[in-house]
């Protein structure tokens, strides 16, 4: 007799936040999307791009509008290599190639790279479903 | 011989003439002590990312080099007494590096540029 009254609740439950399912899945599309762009690491497989701390412009992409490193999680960089690239940041903060912190100011001098901001993230954007089934 | 990678920075009223020959006086230390210059770059005066002793921009410099670590750490110990110098930094290489530093490639594909083509493709 219990296994019905489970399943009518779990119908309730489903029937209830439809909208909720549907906002997730909007969301979700687009967090796939930004995945989807590059699902392999760049610096490892077949002809792999070198990690150098005096080239800016390649660590630019894994470093955030803010000028904090970008998890692997997001930018799909292996383990081991993302200890190279940290690496690479670093020195090449420390000899003022890049900013440890860029403020808001100095923002509006170039454009803005064509990625949702990591630093501030918006509720909608990143939401954090894999607990939620 | 380990190869080193140095990059150091000088001070801004220094001039460019003067910081050629500060390169040559620590590649000669480097070459006394047994080492072998492998390159050498000038930089020029290039803008910090952040400020440094009130300081906006340094003459950059890279020398690559194949010398024991004793002439590394003399080099450094030089460095350090120099006021001139703003920072320094020797990085132990795998391997020589080929071709200039990503530094000194000029990329065409400017952003700005790359802007005014998304730009005009939304208008038309």
């Known amino acids: 007799m219990a296994r019905p009254e489970r399943n009518s609740d779990r119908n309730s439950e489903r029937s209830e936040r439809p909208n909720a399912e549907a906002e997730g899945a909007e969301a979700g599309g687009e967090k796939k999307s930004f995945f989807k762009r590059r699902k392999t690491c760049p610096f490892s497989g077949k002809d792999p791009q070198s ?7 390649t660590l630019g992409r894994y470093v955030s509008e803010r000028g904090k ?7 799909s960089v292996c383990q081991k290599k993302q200890r190279e690239l940290a690496q690479a940041i670093k020195r090449s903060r420390y000899m003022a190639l890049m900013p440890y912190v860029r403020t808001e100011m100095e923002n509006t001098r ?17 939401p954090h479903r894999s607990n939620a089934v | ?6 990059v150091f920075i000088v001070r801004q009223d220094i001039g460019a003439a003067q910081v050629e020959q500060m390169t040559k006086d620590y590649s ?6 047994g080492g072998k210059i492998l390159k050498t770059e000038q930089w020029g ?22 010398c ?3 002439a590394i750490i003399e080099m450094e110990r030089l460095m350090r007494n120099n006021e001139d110098v703003v920072r320094y930094m020797s990085i132990k290489l795998d391997e020589p590096s080929k071709g200039p530093s990503a530094v000194l490639v000029k990329h065409d594909n400017d952003d700005r540029y790359e802007n005014n083509n998304n730009n005009n493709q939304e208008v038309a």
């Open chain 1, 51 to 57: 990690i150098d701390w005096k080239d800016v412009r």
């Open chain 1, 69 to 75: 490193m970008m998890p692997s999680r997001i930018t």
């Open chain 1, 110 to 126: 170039g454009p803005r790279p064509d990625r949702p901001s990591y630093d501030r993230p918006e509720r909608s954007e990143r």
């Open chain 2, 1 to 6: 011989m380990p190869l080193y990678e140095t």
């Open chain 2, 28 to 33: 000669k230390i480097l070459t006394s002590m």
């Open chain 2, 45 to 66: 005066l290039r803008q910090f990312a952040y400020i440094i002793n009130k300081a906006k921009k340094g003459h950059y410099t890279l020398l690559e080099s194949d």
């Open chain 2, 68 to 70: 024991p670590a004793a």
